[in-house]
């Protein structure tokens, strides 16, 4: 089931209205729900015919881990980069950077598996070896991983970015630190942070989209947009259709 929950942005009169440069439309945490984002892509392209505008869509990160099928997701990125109808931005999570992080030292396997890694692993037909095991078994499931990973999806993967921008607004994973110039974020930043950037009363110049951080319900505000419903949990994938200067969120169950 697909529903619409909109939300027009309110005008100010002391504050001009945030404005994004072209029909956009962002999808929060997909965590390997490949069944919830074919159905949240079918529905943007079908939402999109009404603008008669080629639409950017940008995905915010972490593909892979905790839910089923994060192979499938990664295979989805990639044909939809592909297709004509849309072009596409992929950002990069904090679990795909845990998935590179493995590949390069093994032993970081445990810490990743703990927070949803060994789906992605199974995925790759790979078993991932008891938490407290010793370096020789994280080093072969490394190897096993490695081998299995297909190119394509590695080279997908480390070609994610890590800021996208848009207009009066800006797309990150996670989001950005109150008071430091955007092109002064590091990496660990825009894939990590979470309390002090939630608790700003405003983080940067622009209006942050942002995944992340799960909540039951998506979050807008003057300055920030959060769109992670734990759709790995909760069957719920969130987006928001950004046109002009209005907002408008969009969910695939």
Not at 156 to 162: P, V
Request: aromatic letters at 10%.
């Amino acid at each position: 089931m697909i529903s619409f929950f909109k939300n027009l942005f309110s005008k100010r009169k002391t504050d001009p209205v945030p404005m994004v440069d072209r029909l956009t439309y962002a999808i929060g945490d997909i965590h390997g729900r490949a069944d919830l984002f074919s159905k949240m892509i079918d529905t943007i392209r079908e939402d999109s015919y009404a603008f008669q505008e080629k639409p950017r869509v940008v995905l915010l990160g972490d593909y892979v881990d905790r839910g089923p099928a994060s192979d499938k997701v990664i295979e989805t990125i990639i044909r939809l980069k592909d297709e004509i109808w849309c072009d596409l931005e992929v950002l990069m999570g904090n679990h795909e950077m845990s998935l590179i992080n493995f590949l390069e030292d093994p032993e970081s396997g445990a810490t990743w598996v703990q927070h949803g890694g060994g789906t992605t692993l199974m995925n790759y037909g790979v078993q991932a070896p008891p938490l407290r095991s010793d370096a020789e078994a994280w080093i072969e499931a490394r190897n096993q991983f490695g081998n299995n990973l297909p190119r394509a999806h590695l080279e997908a993967i480390c070609a994610m970015k890590l800021i996208v921008y848009g207009g009066d607004y800006v797309f990150v994973h996670a989001g950005v630190k109150p008071g430091v110039a955007l092109d002064e974020q590091d990496a660990t930043t825009l894939l990590w942070i979470r309390a002090e950037f939630l608790s700003a009363p405003k983080a940067c110049e622009y209006v942050v989209v942002h995944g992340h951080t799960p909540t039951p319900e998506p979050f807008m505000s003057t300055w920030r947009v959060g769109v992670d419903t734990g759709a790995y949990a909760t069957g719920v994938l969130t987006g928001v259709r950004l046109h002009k200067e209005t907002r408008e969120f969009i969910r695939a169950s």
